[in-house]
């Protein structure tokens, strides 16, 4: 029993005196499929998040390489609104941007009253960036069809996604589609809007129409058209066809443009606001992104309670008194044994 007790002390002092930091908000995203985009100037990319403790310091983006000339980017915090007052900036030379996928911070002066604000963050560059931040959709990603090797120009294109046979395998084998994304080399909405049309193949009857957004260019990211639910489409054929601006450059692979099918929706905190771009909300989706505040132990103890559910803590005492407990059975085997 001394043992059992001696262990779970040991067990909590460990937690106490942990100093790692733990992020106050975090949008967690494995295997990253869907990168945003080159930045161009004047057309910044964002996020909006709710902070929940004082001393916010610093902000993290994940950053995929794109290749090209590297460029410094600018990280500019707001609050309050994607267009608020200007709190901080930091910077991150193009000598300091990542080889490989990964995060990049931005440091800043903390921020003493941050809990419970709402903050908005903005990247921007003086011209196109060589890094792109990392989108995820807010929707369940079951057909992906990956980044391919070839490009696809024209500003008419169509295609299908087909049930097995004729296919191989089944494209959309699940109900409630909610969204397309196309990968993209190039494609400017800021020339012209692009729009998505599917239809039922056999009898030509329209049943969505979307239109992506918003109206800025687009370059080796993925460009995402959301409708509202299609709840049958599970085993089900459907034509899709994209009208895009004159000289638009679309990525495909062997079974045609590559893309994602979403479904349903995925749940997102209420302290994650969405991303933005040139300042509009794009409530469908968020950036990669983890934000950092001075919590003290006991709000990382407060933390992993609130964020478990409870389950931590109950979670907490029933390792506790198992402990107890298979100390005491073991105890009373061994005297048994010498006797």
Do not use: N
């Not at 000598?95 to 604000?117: H, K, N, Q, T, Y």
């Not at 046979?165 to 012209?192: N, W």
């Not at 957004?213 to 599970?234: M, Q």
Request: hydrophobic share 45%; aromatic share 10%.
């Amino acid at each position: 029993m001394a043992r059992a007790v001696v262990f779970a002390l040991l067990a909590l002092v460990v937690l106490f005196a942990w100093r790692g930091e733990v992020p106050d908000v975090e949008i967690r995203y494995l295997p990253r499929q869907t990168q945003t985009g080159r930045i161009f100037p004047d057309h910044p990319l964002g996020q909006g998040f709710v902070c929940e403790f004082d001393g916010l310091h610093a902000v993290d983006v994940a950053l995929a390489p794109l290749g090209g000339e590297r460029v410094d980017i600018e990280f500019t915090l707001r609050a309050d609104d994607p267009k608020g007052h200007e709190l901080r900036r930091a910077r991150v030379a193009a000598s300091e941007l990542p080889e490989s996928d990964d995060w990049v911070r931005f440091e800043f002066a903390p921020i003493e009253d941050s809990s419970g604000a709402r903050f908005y963050f903005e990247l921007s560059a003086a011209a196109p960036t060589s890094h792109s931040p990392w989108t995820r959709y807010r929707g369940v990603p079951y057909m992906i069809r990956p980044w391919g090797g070839r490009v696809v120009t024209g500003s008419a294109l169509e295609g299908e996604l087909l049930p097995a046979p004729p296919r191989a395998r089944t494209d959309l084998q699940h109900a409630d589609l909610r969204a397309l994304a196309f990968a993209v080399d190039g494609v400017d909405l800021a020339a012209g809007p692009a729009q998505l049309t599917l239809s039922d193949p056999r009898t030509g009857e329209v049943l969505r129409t979307s239109r992506a957004g918003p109206g800025a260019p687009h370059a080796s990211g993925w460009l995402f058209f959301e409708f509202e639910l299609l709840h049958d489409t599970r085993w089900r054929a459907l034509h899709y066809a994209l009208e895009l601006p004159q000289g638009s450059r679309l990525i495909a692979g062997d079974e045609g443009l590559s893309m994602v099918a979403f479904h349903s929706s995925a749940w997102s905190e209420p302290s994650v606001l969405g991303a933005t771009w040139r300042g509009e909300a794009l409530h469908d989706r968020d950036l990669v992104f983890r934000a950092w505040s001075e919590g003290s132990r006991a709000a990382l103890v407060t933390r992993l309670s609130e964020r478990g559910d409870r389950r931590f803590v109950y979670g907490s005492a029933a390792w506790l008194l198992s402990l107890v407990v298979l100390s005491s059975l073991l105890r009373r085997a061994r005297d048994r044994e010498s006797e």
